[in-house]
């Protein structure tokens, strides 16, 4: 991992890698994710679509990395990156 993503990234930042890197579509989910996706109906153009229009919250750091929270008025994405490249979806959920 770059040492730049070691320590929290500011939200503008955050927001355009995420969206460099949805066009490279070099992305996963976690199993968890999928999981948790399932359960609130959500499919992954549900998830892309927050990520791209979505608000980035600040960071928080939880099992070893910087989480990103990215809301939208119905939904809510969870993401940590793995480089400045790629990035995993740990989680997301409708709101209400």
């Known amino acids: 991992m770059h040492d730049e993503l070691l320590g929290p990234l500011n939200p503008d930042l955050v927001k355009r890698l995420i969206r460099d890197i949805l066009r490279t579509r070099c992305f996963a989910y976690t199993d968890h994710a999928l999981e948790e996706l ?9 998830c892309e679509s927050v990520l791209r229009s979505g608000v980035v919250q ?3 750091f939880e099992r070893g990395a910087w989480r990103y929270r990215v809301t939208t008025s119905q939904m809510v994405v969870v993401i940590a990156f793995r480089s400045r ?7 997301g959920w409708r709101k209400g």
């Open 38 to 46: 399932s359960a609130d109906q959500m499919a992954s153009l549900d």
């Open 58 to 60: 600040p960071p928080d």
């Open 85 to 91: 490249s790629y990035f995993v979806i740990v989680t």
